[in-house]
T-cell receptor, first 114, second 112 residues
């Protein structure tokens, strides 16, 4: 079945620097790759997603890239701000027969120091 | 538009007790999910449903049961609670298997 590995588990950057979080997946049939941000004590919230027919997607300061051949995708945050501090989860779609769901990575705790 | 509503927000159970975690969504989503999140860990799928009357096991279903009698509601039942079930439980819904999830605010459960 699908397995999603996420690195690093913790990341500390200075305000204004860029942050990159990487994920790899195992199932070549996966087609959908969302990223979620979870602030302390809050629910995960979708921040950006990408589908397998697209190599890169950008939304203001965040971007996601996908390499289907290598089975990895990355989240890029530019000009980081203290409010970007949170745990970020990647996920990949998984299908069993006709039914599908998401398999999540273990998360990256991002700390942005002012 | 309330989105996904979970109740209760907090609960303390004694070993062996049972309870039902409630989840309701008002977005007419067919897909609903239950995940648990242990401290410092990711989200593990317990059960999911692709529509009323249809449920299936996820990665960690042991000790739990679900039902889906309506599109809106997807309750999670814990029978004979154990300390290993201490966790934060999130319900989520989506319009399809490859669509963004909307999560509820979570239920923090402690079993003592």
């Amino acid at each position: 079945g699908e397995n999603v590995e996420q690195h690093p588990s913790t990341l500390s950057v200075q305000e204004g620097d860029s942050a990159v979080i990487k994920c790899t997946y195992s199932d070549s049939a996966s087609n959908y790759f969302p990223w979620y941000k979870q602030e302390l004590g809050k629910r995960p919230q979708l921040i950006i997603d990408i589908r397998s027919n697209v190599g890169e997607k950008k939304d203001q300061r965040i971007a996601v890239t996908l390499n289907k051949t290598a089975k990895h995708f990355s989240l890029h945050i530019t000009e980081t701000q203290p409010e970007d501090s949170a745990v970020y989860f990647c996920a990949a779609s998984r299908f069993v027969g006709s039914q599908g769901n998401l398999i999540f990575g273990k998360g990256t705790k991002l700390s942005v120091k002012p | 538009n309330a989105g996904v509503t979970q109740t209760p927000k907090f609960r303390i159970l004694k070993i062996g007790q049972s309870m039902t975690l409630q989840c309701a969504q008002d977005m007419n989503h067919n897909y609903m999910y239950w995940y648990r999140q242990d401290p410092g860990m990711g989200l593990k799928l317990i059960y999911y449903s692709v529509g009323a009357g249809i449920t299936d096991k996820g990665e960690v279903p042991n000790g739990y049961n679900v039902s889906r009698s309506t599109t809106e509601d997807f309750p999670l039942r814990l029978e004979l609670a154990a300390p290993s079930q201490t966790s934060v439980y999130f319900c989520a819904s989506s319009s399809g298997p490859e669509a963004g999830y909307t999560f509820g605010s979570g239920t923090r459960l402690t079993v003592v």
